[in-house]
């Protein structure tokens, strides 16, 4: 059995990846948040419990679990602050955190900018959620940016902060913002270090103890690879990379070290945002599958855009991510429909392709190659073994395999960790 586990999202984020890397938690040792900030969100309902959670990784929950964010993420000390409040409101006090002191922070002028480049495009929107992500990782490559260990050395962090102001106050003026105070920013960043110092350490050298120890390590991502910024459906994306191969730079660990990947997927399709989408859906089915599937985003409360399966989305994903296994999720939404569709081609500009367009005005004009399926009316949310499900949802998911040419490890019939069907040990 593998050790080292990366859970990825297969398709535009909101996959599910919250459940399933809570429900391989309980077989780990350490749980590790590799990328993105605290504009991606995982939902994990257990005991009847529903919590939502921003930038802390999933395995939060047990108090067995070290729980790490990596170098790779952009982390907003005020909203990891109030993560953890609402978490220890609701009983959850008992937790190991550990934050990168070189994962590079969300100060309160990315947002702010985040917003105002934002509004500024007009009808080419990004669909940021306008929590400064972007910024922050655009200052984290221009060399500007503060990172968490600045905020443990007053002096350092004040000198880098005044030169942040320098450039960004300039910046806001020309969006027409107000520029932003020095002491105020200095003194609620440096009560936020006295709060979250305890957790800030150099992450790269536990995750590698934990390795040599032989522990079990669960990576999960946030978003999905189709939003990767090398590898999506770029400039529709985020600013990070969520797959697989961007582990290794984003947690300070050698590539060998992972060893097999876990790609979520709905047993649909949905996407947050702007952007081309193949399959979407419009009209009463794309209704009835929307409140199904409570679809709508765990941070923003947007309601998402659905459509049907998408497999040349899966095997892009599968390519460029390294994927070993699937975990097939929401399938119970699917219940009650007559037919079910699979996206397996494009047609574009009259030709069939199987293969991801590069540019936008491609991708627009695809239209969807689609197979069509039986459906089935059973409930199955609350089955316990692939050999309970109708023949026609086990023939769909047979289906998904043959396409992708990626085993279905787990399906999830359920929002809570119970609701779950293990098909194969991976973890």
């Known amino acids: 059995?593998?050790?080292?586990?990366?859970?990825?999202?297969?398709?535009?984020?909101?996959?599910?990846?919250?459940?399933?890397?809570?429900?391989?938690?309980?077989?780990?040792?350490?749980?590790?948040?590799?990328?993105?900030?605290?504009?991606?969100?995982?939902?994990?309902t257990?005991?009847?419990?529903?919590?939502?959670?921003?930038?802390?990784p999933s395995g939060i929950f047990n108090p067995h679990?070290?729980?790490?964010?990596?170098?790779?993420?952009?982390?907003?000390?005020?909203?990891?602050?109030?993560?953890?409040?609402?978490?220890?409101?609701?009983?959850?006090?008992?937790?190991?955190?550990?934050?990168?002191?070189?994962?590079a922070v969300v100060m309160p002028y990315h947002s702010v900018l985040d917003g105002a480049m934002e509004s500024m495009k007009g009808g080419k929107l990004i669909g940021t959620t306008k929590k400064g992500i972007g910024p922050a990782y655009a200052d984290k490559y221009e060399r500007?940016?503060?990172?968490?260990?600045?905020?443990?050395?007053?002096?350092?962090?004040?000198?880098?902060l005044?030169?942040?102001?320098?450039?960004?106050?300039?910046?806001?003026?020309?969006?027409?913002?107000?520029?932003?105070?020095?002491?105020?920013?200095?003194?609620?960043?440096?009560?936020?270090?006295?709060?979250?110092?305890?957790?800030?350490?150099?992450?790269?050298?536990?995750?590698?103890e934990e390795i040599e120890k032989g522990s079990k390590i669960l990576f999960e991502g946030a978003q999905g690879v189709m939003l990767c910024i090398d590898h999506g459906?770029?400039?529709?994306?985020?600013s990070s990379s969520p797959t697989a191969s961007s582990v290794p730079q984003n947690t300070g660990i050698a590539p060998r070290y992972v060893d097999n990947v876990l790609g979520v997927c709905k047993a649909y399709t949905t996407r947050v945002g702007e952007g081309p989408f193949?399959?979407?859906?419009?009209?009463?089915?794309?209704?009835?599958?929307?409140?199904?599937?409570?679809?709508?985003?765990?941070?923003?409360?947007?309601?998402?855009?659905?459509g049907w399966l998408d497999a040349v989305v899966l095997n892009h994903t599968r390519r460029v991510s390294g994927i070993d296994y699937l975990a097939l999720m929401l399938f119970d939404v699917l219940s009650?429909?007559?037919?079910?569709?699979?996206?397996?081609?494009?047609?574009?500009?009259?030709?069939?392709?199987?293969?991801?367009?590069?540019?936008?005005?491609?991708?627009?004009?695809?239209?969807?190659?689609?197979?069509?399926?039986?459906?089935w009316k059973e409930d199955i949310s609350g089955i316990k073994s692939f050999g309970e499900l109708p023949q026609a949802a086990q023939d769909y998911v047979r289906k998904i395999e043959e396409l992708t040419k990626i085993k279905v490890a787990v399906l999830s019939v359920g929002p809570d960790r119970l609701q779950t069907v293990r098909l194969c040990d991976i973890f």
């Not at 964010?69 to 937790?95: C, D």
């Not at 500007?144 to 880098?160: C, E, S, V």
Request: include cysteine; aromatic fraction near 10%.
């Open 144 to 160: 500007t940016g503060i990172r968490m260990g600045d905020l443990l050395d007053a002096d350092y962090f004040a000198a880098r």
């Open 278 to 306: 193949p399959t979407e859906l419009e009209g009463a089915t794309a209704d009835y599958i929307r409140e199904r599937g409570h679809e709508y985003g765990t941070v923003t409360g947007r309601p998402r855009r659905v």
């Open 233 to 238: 459906t770029y400039p529709y994306v985020t």
């Open 65 to 103: 679990i070290k729980n790490v964010m990596a170098n790779g993420m952009v982390v907003n000390p005020v909203s990891v602050v109030s993560e953890l409040e609402a978490l220890e409101a609701r009983g959850i006090r008992e937790y190991n955190l550990y934050i990168s002191d070189r994962a």
């Open 1 to 44: 059995m593998k050790k080292r586990l990366v859970v990825v999202g297969t398709q535009w984020g909101d996959e599910g990846k919250g459940k399933i890397t809570d429900y391989y938690a309980g077989n780990a040792d350490v749980v590790v948040r590799y990328q993105g900030g605290n504009n991606a969100g995982h939902t994990i």
């Open 162 to 208: 005044r030169d942040a102001l320098e450039e960004k106050n300039m910046e806001l003026r020309m969006f027409g913002c107000e520029p932003m105070s020095f002491d105020t920013i200095y003194a609620q960043y440096m009560e936020l270090a006295g709060r979250l110092g305890k957790y800030i350490c150099d992450t790269s050298v536990l995750i590698n």
């Open 336 to 375: 009650g429909l007559d037919t079910v569709k699979i996206c397996v081609a494009y047609e574009l500009d009259g030709k069939r392709i199987e293969t991801m367009p590069p540019t936008i005005p491609q991708f627009q004009r695809c239209k969807p190659v689609y197979i069509e399926l039986p459906g």
């Open 46 to 56: 257990f005991d009847g419990q529903r919590f939502a959670l921003q930038s802390i």
